[in-house]
């Protein structure tokens, strides 16, 4: 019981913090340099035409140990992932430039545009994903909160 009450308190935590990031910067404008939050940014090596700029990191100590993440990731015209899991994360996106594509387990392919927003529960199947335009960057904004005993990322494996 203890837990599924922490579980609902730290997915109501997330969406109550990507909905006022959401509104604040869509009434205020992100502004294209964030010189005070890149300061203390840390680049992420995200594979070729993508970028991944972390702009917040602390561990919730209140609500076992969980890391909140947020990065702004950029992806070039054409530009797309492989397929992979998140195993201990609940990670939440928010598009905020161009035509992002993206897929969920055995959900729909999604095109998404500024203002909308996709979500992949832990360990399910980021199918696609990929920058929709091939003439416009995509950009976004990834929000996780992350078991740190699990990996981030795991590359989703072929069977043959």
């Known amino acids: 019981m203890k837990k599924t009450i922490i579980s609902h308190t730290v997915f109501g935590c997330a969406t109550a913090l990507l909905a006022s990031c959401a509104t604040y910067w869509a009434v205020a404008g992100l502004p294209e340099s964030i010189s005070t939050l890149q300061a203390y940014a840390?680049?992420?090596?995200?594979?070729?035409?993508?970028?991944?700029?972390?702009?917040?990191?602390?561990?919730?100590?209140?609500?076992?140990?969980?890391?909140?993440?947020?990065?702004?990731?950029?992806?070039?015209?054409g530009n797309s992932g492989d397929p992979h899991?998140?195993?201990?994360?609940?990670?939440?996106?928010?598009?905020?430039?161009?035509?992002?594509?993206?897929?969920?387990?055995?959900?729909?392919?999604?095109?998404?545009?500024?203002?909308?927003?996709f979500y992949e529960p832990p360990g399910a199947l980021h199918a696609v994903s990929r920058n929709g335009s091939s003439t416009q960057p995509a950009k976004y904004l990834v929000i996780s909160i992350s078991d740190p005993t699990k990996p981030q990322t795991v590359p989703e494996t072929v069977q043959k």
Do not use: C, W
């Not at 561990?59 to 140990?65: A, H, K």
């Not at 990670?91 to 161009?98: D, H, S, W």
């Open 42 to 77: 840390q680049t992420q090596p995200p594979a070729a035409g993508t970028r991944q700029i972390e702009l917040f990191k602390t561990t919730m100590s209140d609500v076992l140990g969980r890391v909140v993440t947020i990065r702004r990731t950029e992806r070039d015209p």
């Open 85 to 117: 899991r998140h195993p201990g994360s609940h990670t939440f996106g928010y598009v905020l430039e161009g035509t992002y594509e993206v897929k969920i387990d055995n959900g729909p392919l999604r095109k998404l545009g500024p203002g909308e927003i």
